[in-house]
């Protein structure tokens, strides 16, 4: 009967060790699958899509296509430039209220 204990106390123990083996792997895939999802899009790329827009203000932009200055600038909530610090950034869209031309 003690030798059957013993025996079920190996067994017992033999699988804590490759569940403790597990843990350390799948703590070990964690780690690493954590720090490929902070990897972000990176500044330089958010300073070159920024300097490509035009100031917001957008008051002396004309239509290419009737010559109007009467245009509106709108974020384009379709078009997600990049993300800052989680928050997106749209591009911006261009609409002209005489002929609603979009740029
Ligand atoms: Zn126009």
Do not use: F
Request: contains cysteine; glycine residues 6%.
């Amino acid at each position: 009967m003690d030798d059957d204990l013993k025996e079920i106390l190996a067994r017992i123990e033999k699988k804590v060790d490759t569940l403790a083996e597990v843990v350390e792997t799948l703590k070990g895939k964690g780690a690493k699958a954590s720090s490929e999802a902070y990897v972000k899009p990176s500044e330089k790329k958010v300073d070159h899509e920024a300097a490509e827009v035009p100031d917001s203000g957008g008051s002396r932009t004309k239509c290419p296509k009737c010559g109007s200055l009467k245009v509106t600038a709108h974020k384009d909530m379709k078009r997600v430039l990049s993300y800052s610090g989680g928050i997106p950034i749209y591009a911006t869209k261009t609409v002209c209220n005489q002929c609603s031309n979009e740029w």
